[in-house]
């Protein structure tokens, strides 16, 4: 049975960074493209950046570019995020996603084949 869990998320103030991790057990994790993903209340999901099976790319959306950054460690299958710089409009919930589709897919939640549960951000101003 395929679990990702995802911890790390809590009450921050804007400026300050945390850093999310994502578990990954019963799959090949190695094979899997990783991304997180985010939902605030009563939006829809949105992307927030993934990583090639490697490790070596990456990318991601706009509004997080030059503060968060997503790095793995396949021997121990997680994947982490590390946010900085804060912002009230970070909060959401952050989830984590495992994906054998192509890397460049990696923006459409849709392609992905595993997702965690969830982990709650909340930034104050």
């Known amino acids: 049975q395929v679990r990702l869990v995802e911890s790390g998320g809590g009450l921050v103030q804007a400026g300050e960074s945390l850093r999310l991790s994502c578990a990954a057990a019963?799959?090949?994790?190695?094979?899997?493209?990783m991304g997180w993903f985010r939902q605030a209340p009563g939006k829809e999901r949105e992307f927030v950046g993934v990583i090639s099976r490697s490790g070596i790319s990456t990318s991601y959306a706009d509004p997080v570019k030059g503060r968060f950054s997503i790095s793995r460690d396949n021997a121990k299958s997680t994947v982490s995020l590390q946010m900085n710089s804060l912002k009230p409009e970070d909060t959401a919930v952050y989830y984590c996603g495992a994906s054998l589709r192509p890397f460049a897919e990696g923006q459409n939640w849709e392609v992905y084949n595993y997702w965690g549960q969830g982990t709650p951000v909340t930034v104050s101003s």
């Open positions: 019963g799959l090949t994790f190695s094979n899997y493209r």
